[in-house]
């Protein structure tokens, strides 16, 4: 009955072993994402040497960094000469299957649902967004150069003296 007991257990550990590494991971980066609007982060951020937090200005203070509003491509992008840029831009407004004035950005960067992550506590720190992102000045469709995981992140935590606590990611 003892040996019964310890088979099951076994058989148990291993199916669920299998299953976590055969199972999908949505939150594992993903290349293969392709935006609604072509958008070049090399032209904005890099030639240009827009901040990122221009843009992504919920960065310092929500959860998600957030994508600009349309008001703020077109203040840039106001002269006649400019407006061409904007062309894939206004697509969507007349685009009846989507609310108008509004694009549905594809999300590049997902975590887990028991992670709780801001980046404002990490802005603060004066950590640049190219240490999560990589080079995204670089890039003209972003795609991840790091797999953001708790490895990933202890490793920071570790090298910066931060604390490991499970508390600080997991509320």
């Not at 827009?50 to 200005?57: D, G, R």
């Not at 609310?99 to 801001?118: G, H, M, Q, S």
Request: proline residues 7%; aromatic residues 8%; hydrophobic residues 35%.
């Amino acid at each position: 009955m003892k040996y019964g007991a310890v088979a099951v257990a076994v058989l148990i550990l291993i199916g669920g072993v299998t299953t976590a590494l055969l199972s999908q991971r949505p939150w594992l980066p993903r290349s293969d994402v392709v935006q609604p609007v072509p958008f070049s982060h090399r032209i904005h951020a890099g030639i240009n040497r827009i901040p990122c937090q221009y843009c992504h200005e919920y960065a310092r203070r929500s959860e998600n960094s957030g994508v600009p509003p349309i008001q703020r491509c077109v203040g840039c992008h106001s002269s006649m000469a400019e407006q061409v840029a904007l062309q894939a831009v206004r697509k969507p407004w007349i685009d009846r299957r989507q609310a108008a004035f509004e694009i549905r950005w594809n999300r590049v960067y997902t975590l887990p649902d028991f992670v709780r992550f801001y980046h404002s506590p990490h802005i603060k720190a004066g950590l640049a967004c190219q240490r999560c992102h990589g080079p995204v000045e670089t890039m003209d469709r972003v795609t991840p150069v790091f797999e953001i995981n708790m490895g990933f992140c202890l490793n920071c935590h570790t090298q910066r003296h931060v604390s490991i606590e499970c508390s600080t990611c997991h509320y």
